[in-house]
């Protein structure tokens, strides 16, 4: 089977809109390419539950701040298409900036209250790029069905409830984190980190593995944070950024602990910020 590259907004919107026509469902796998296991793991499910699996391949600027690694960000777009013929992907979406956002675009979508808290709050402006690009995919793509990795669960709580708000006829899937044998959640962020920092990342996740099982004791949500906080902090080189226990929904902070809440983090380790979160149980 062949996989076509797809790069004009217009011919995807067609080649589904055929797709459909013929009753075949869609499912939707948005990257900003880099792609790895993690990537590899959401073309698969997309491929057990649809006819089709459309990859898009988009580095979109606007959920990138101005002091922030846009145009760093890694775009290896051979291997990305190697990975995506592999996977049996049948369409890989990869449109320009500029047929995304032609000149005088200007409307954003914004999911307020649950884009300013985390990540947000030191990331201004992100949360709103990353659902207007994604709503602009799925406009475009029309999928029945699209995935996203648990790693960013923030941005998956987002465009869940943008999905909800806004009455997109799409499901919004979220799947596991995939992790490195040491633990850490992959990411195409990874690469940034030379081999000492690479060293010490894995003790992020550890961090938050103990605080789950911390969270069977009968603490205050305030004391077992704490707890975490300082571990991570003694991670050589670790910069916290936030360290939070929350509602899976609605991002407020817990006021007790119970299973089924969010532990969720933003580490800085030399150039690379690195963010994890697992379940409590
Ligand atoms: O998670 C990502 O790779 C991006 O934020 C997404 C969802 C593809 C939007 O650009």
């Known amino acids: 089977m062949t996989m076509r590259i797809v790069e004009d907004p217009g011919s995807m919107s067609g080649l589904s809109a055929r797709w ?3 009753g075949e469902r869609i499912g939707l796998v948005p990257t900003m390419g880099a792609l790895h296991a ?8 997309s491929r057990a539950e649809n006819d089709r699996t459309v990859v898009s391949v988009f580095v979109n600027p606007t959920q990138f701040g101005p002091k922030e690694d846009f145009s ?3 775009r290896p777009f051979s291997a990305d298409t190697l990975c995506c013929r592999r996977e049996g992907a049948d369409a890989l979406f990869h449109p320009s900036p500029e047929a995304m956002y032609p000149a005088g675009s200007a409307s954003f979508v914004e999911v307020t209250g649950l884009s300013e808290t985390l990540c947000g709050a030191v990331r201004p402006g992100h949360f709103r790029g990353v659902a207007t690009v994604v709503l602009k995919l799925l406009n475009i793509v029309g999928p029945h069905r699209a995935y996203f990795g648990e790693k960013d669960f923030q941005q998956l709580v987002v465009i869940k409830r943008m999905a909800r708000d806004l009455d997109l006829p799409v499901r919004i899937t979220g799947c596991p984190t995939l992790r490195e044998p040491d633990g850490l959640a992959m990411s195409s962020r990874n690469a940034y980190l030379p081999p000492a920092e690479r060293a010490m990342a894995p003790a992020i996740h550890a961090a938050l593995a103990w605080g789950a099982a911390l969270s069977r004791q009968p603490l205050t949500p305030r004391t077992l944070l704490g707890r975490i906080r300082e571990r991570l902090r003694a991670i050589p080189g670790a910069s916290v950024d936030y360290v939070a226990l929350v509602d899976p929904e609605t991002l407020q902070p817990a006021d007790a602990l119970r299973p089924g809440l969010r532990l969720l983090t933003a580490v800085r380790l030399g150039r690379a910020r690195l963010i994890d979160n697992v379940i409590t149980s």
């Open 20 to 22: 459909r026509k013929q």
């Open 38 to 45: 993690g990537h590899a793991s959401l073309i698969r499910r």
């Open 72 to 74: 760093a960000y890694p």
